[in-house]
Nanobody, 123 residues
């Protein structure tokens, strides 16, 4: 069993930055690919970024490429999402997720999910 706890969300002005963290429990963290997704009310869960267990492979949604960076620290069992140049449309709840295979952009491929953290970008 893997437990995920996100933090770092909040209110930021457009153009600003936030860093989300996802702390995980369990000794198998370094064998899991990790992903960040987001979901607005009434909308489907949307892929944001994913990273391989080693950190060598990363993938991003086109909407965040060049602005967001996913990274991980396997010594701390934590994955991060650095979000720069935030836009109003980035406002939503962000979730981290884990899967015991390679990176995946499809949310249905993930076995474990955090509770989510709200990001609100204001004008």
């Amino acid at each position: 069993q893997v437990q995920l706890v996100e933090s770092g969300g909040g209110l930021v002005q457009a153009g600003g930055s936030l860093r989300l963290s996802c702390a995980t429990s369990g000794r198998t963290f370094r064998s899991y690919a990790m992903g960040w997704f987001r979901q607005a009310p009434g909308k489907e869960r949307e892929f944001v970024a994913t990273i391989s267990w080693s950190g060598y492979s990363t993938y991003y949604a086109d909407s965040v490429k060049g602005r967001f960076t996913i990274s991980r620290d396997n010594t701390k069992n934590t994955v991060y999402l650095q979000m720069n140049s935030l836009k109003l449309r980035d406002t939503t709840v962000y979730y981290c997720a884990a899967r015991p295979y390679g990176p995946d952009t499809d949310w249905s491929g993930y076995d474990y999910w955090g509770q989510g953290t709200q990001v609100t970008v204001s004008s």
